[in-house]
């Protein structure tokens, strides 16, 4: 941690904690793309309706088993194998890897390569958790972002065989009309669907592009807000901490700020306060 000139400490991120994400990360994707496209894909539905393939268990049980012996100290939040009634007795200083194997695995199971394994720390802190380590790796579209905080984010291209790593910053669009929002579906908006769909015709763009995608696209200025109704912590935890080491601002859309609330939305920070409002429940 470190001390500001008020005394607040601020979290920051270790780099060899982000180093240790990138390689679970490698990891990962190591087993994601063997499996994509596979023939013999094993996909089963979960007790809440959703998909779950061999890849996703696999991918998890692997890093896993990696922290267990690089960080046996460290709490793990996995969505195929639980922990997060972990964080109910968490105390201060405790530190937790929050890992979604394959987010976007209805994606990965009809091949669309728009999937990525998630990868995330966080720290209990006296205000409460916070996200301070983020990987988001995406090999079937050959990127991979991420960032620590206080440490800037990053985008890992690989074209043709060849990488290139680049700083992400955030857009600074300041007007609705000058506007492009990512989401998911409209599924999940419920009482705040006809809001959300009435902002369409003031924003320049929309697209529904989802998942993942949708926030590193905030994050590199490509999109200006992102947003889904209905997120688990796995589905944010990594995402959040790029757009804000970007310069954007990540909040539910009950304008809880990070990625412990129940909804997701990222964006440059010149346009969340009026997206927030437009989309309240009355």
Do not use: C
């Amino acid at each position: 941690m470190s001390s500001d000139a008020a005394g607040v400490f601020e979290v920051v991120g270790d780099p060899a904690d982000l180093d240790l994400a990138q390689r679970l990360a490698d990891l990962s994707d190591a087993i994601s793309l063997d499996r994509y496209l596979a023939n013999d894909l094993v996909v089963e539905t979960k007790p809440d309706t959703t998909p779950v393939t061999d890849a996703d268990r696999a991918v998890e049980k692997v890093i896993r088993e990696t922290l267990a012996k690089e960080r046996p100290s460290d709490l793990i939040i996995g969505e195929e194998f639980g922990g997060l009634e972990k964080l109910v007795s968490a105390a201060e200083g405790s530190r937790f890897w929050i890992i979604d194997p394959i987010d976007g695995t209805k994606n990965f199971l009809r091949g669309v390569p728009t999937w990525a394994s998630l990868i995330a720390l966080a720290q209990i802190t006296s205000t409460g958790p916070r996200v301070i380590v983020g990987v988001v790796s995406s090999p079937a579209l050959g990127r991979r972002w991420f960032a620590r905080a206080g440490g800037k984010a990053f985008v890992t291209e690989t074209f043709s065989g060849m990488s290139r790593t680049r700083e992400i910053q955030v857009s600074k669009v300041a007007k609705f009309d000058d506007a492009s929002l990512s989401y998911s579906d409209l599924n999940g908006w419920k009482e705040r669907k006809g809001a959300f769909v009435s902002l369409f015709d003031s924003l320049w763009r929309t697209r529904a592009v989802g998942d993942f995608f949708s926030h590193m696209l905030v994050a590199e200025g490509a999109v200006d807000i992102a947003a889904e109704p209905t997120l688990a912590l796995w589905d944010m935890a990594a995402v959040a901490v790029i757009v804000t080491e970007a310069g954007g601002r990540f909040t539910s859309l009950d304008g809880d700020e990070g990625p412990f609330g129940a909804s997701g939305v990222s964006s440059n920070g010149l346009l969340h306060n009026k997206f927030l409002q437009s989309v309240k429940v009355l």
